[in-house]
């Protein structure tokens, strides 16, 4: 294997946005950073069940808003 060719594999911390934290390795940025992430499983809707825009705002949304009250005969 060449030397120099892989990255860092150090240790950091995470920071959830609740505030919660902790340690893993990793090869984002140096040893000892911390990484405080604006998205966490905790708050996102992906993860936690909450309303989408897609379903709110999409194209069949607005589609269905324009149209929704001809109805098929």
């Known amino acids: 294997m060449k030397a120099e060719t892989h990255p860092e594999y150090h240790e950091i911390t995470i ?3 609740d505030g ?11 040893e000892g ?11 996102h809707p992906a993860w936690t069940g909450g309303p989408t825009r897609i379903l709110e705002g999409g ?9 929704g009250s001809f109805g098929l005969k």
């Open 59 to 67: 194209r069949a949304a607005q589609f269905n808003k324009r149209f």
């Open 15 to 17: 920071q959830m946005v």
């Open 20 to 30: 919660t934290s902790y340690k893993t390795r990793s090869t984002w940025g140096n």
């Open 33 to 43: 950073d911390t990484l405080r992430l604006e998205i966490d499983p905790t708050s």
